[in-house]
């Protein structure tokens, strides 16, 4: 049996030698098909990977006030789309002080700058580090660490000390082989001790998260007093069941401090962390969907191309068929052959996709500097599906082929 398995195997080695430039066109149909098919769903793998590994980070017992909504859409034509004030910094101090849901923790924050440059002694940074000033509970109730030293502390944050906490990306940067706990660095004239170096956490769409440094909040209103700056207001509750009812309570709470009447909307957005990933799964649900229509509908034309050659290759081989038979070859021996033909045709395309559609996902992952993985679900379903269209393509070229007539085959020209 395997004798004849692999007799089977060479023969048709031999014919797509024969027709090469045929099978070629095949093959690259097909794998352009797996290409889009491996290619996409290893993109959006990635992609979904490191969004949804961002947000998770959150937390899933968190949620934060913002300006907007994540789904903010914009209004029918001849409607000016709602423009919501900023949340200031008299609002964030008045929320701070009113909500008092129990067995939660409020974490206030802004971003004082993007593009400042940090000095440590002779060295400094380019100027692209990202300032935030965050009281105490910031690194909670962001799922951020302290990889080394330590957070702050109420007194640091009441006290309005000059500490800090730096990314780890200053390691490589401005300290090398030196230990920052206890160093000072210099922020725009400002001293800081440095207290934290934060865990690493990489960068989304580049975006580096690991170049940053974190500030007491009122420390950093002193230094960055550009106006009209948009704070951020993040409550982590501690008990999950309780989280819509902590999330209704910050609503009228929110409400209040922004003096809305009960038929007027909100003015701002509240955003939970678990509503947040599953909107990055469903976007990511309709690119999978869109990846397997595309491909779909690739090698559905491939199948038509590959049943074609195989046709042609029956006619043009119909002198050796009769002569098979004549020997002995029996119906199930022919039809197994130019099935055996047509599946390692479709497995080269399988596998020439498969090759480029990896290519692609890593391509993409490095571009954005996201984490690639191999797509091994993708792989294992193309190589599925190039073996079921090429049983397809080949079941009426291998059953016309076997049912040839030995006689009428052997005087064929």
Not at 194 to 205: A, C, D, M, P, Q
Not at 207 to 215: H, P
Not at 290 to 317: D, F
């Amino acid at each position: 049996m395997f004798k004849l398995f692999r007799e089977n195997v060479r023969i048709a080695l031999d014919s797509i030698k024969s027709q090469l430039l045929r099978t070629i066109l095949t093959v690259i149909i097909i794998g352009i098909g797996i290409w889009a098919l491996v290619g996409i769903l290893s993109a959006v793998k990635a992609l979904e990977t490191n969004i949804a590994g961002n947000f998770a980070s959150m937390g899933a017992n968190t949620f934060s006030l913002q300006r907007y909504e994540f789904n903010t859409q914009s209004r029918g034509r001849g409607e000016r789309e709602k423009i919501n004030p900023i949340i200031s910094y008299d609002n964030i101090r008045e929320f701070k002080d009113t909500y008092e849901f129990p067995f939660t923790q409020t974490s206030i924050s802004f971003t004082g700058t993007t593009t400042a440059e940090v000095k440590f002694e002779s060295e400094k940074t380019d100027p692209e580090v990202q300032v935030y000033g965050v009281n105490e509970h910031y690194l909670d109730n962001n799922g951020t660490k302290v990889d080394d030293g330590r957070n702050f502390t109420y007194f640091d944050i009441e006290n309005n000390n000059k500490v800090c906490l730096i990314g780890s990306d200053f390691l490589k940067s401005l300290f090398k082989n030196d230990n920052p706990i206890g160093a000072t660095i210099s922020i725009r004239g400002s001293k800081f001790k440095v207290i934290g170096v934060l865990e690493s956490k990489g960068s989304t769409f580049g975006n580096n998260q690991d170049l940053k440094v974190l500030i007491p909040i009122q420390v950093a209103r002193g230094i960055f007093t550009q106006p009209n700056i948009n704070y951020n207001i993040s409550v982590k509750v501690d008990d999950k069941e309780q989280m819509q009812a902590a999330q209704d309570e910050a609503i009228i709470t929110f409400r209040n401090i922004r003096r809305l009447n009960p038929v007027e909307e909100n003015d701002f957005g509240i955003v939970r962390s678990d509503d947040l990933i599953n909107q990055i799964a469903q976007i990511s649900g309709f690119l999978q969907a869109a990846a397997w229509i595309i491909s779909i509908i690739t090698i559905l034309g491939s199948s038509i191309a590959l049943m074609n050659i195989m046709l042609v290759s029956v006619s043009e081989r119909t002198r050796e068929i009769g002569v098979r038979k004549a020997l002995g070859a029996k119906r199930s021996t022919i039809s197994t052959q130019f099935f055996i033909e047509t599946v390692v045709i479709g497995q080269f395309g399988s596998v020439l996709g498969i090759i480029l559609g990896i290519l692609t996902g890593f391509a993409f992952a490095k571009l954005f500097d996201f984490e690639f993985s191999l797509p091994w679900s993708a792989m294992i379903w193309a190589t599925i599906i190039t073996f079921i269209v090429a049983v397809i393509a080949g079941s009426y070229p291998a059953t016309k082929a076997a049912k040839l007539d030995p006689i009428e085959s052997l005087r064929y020209e």
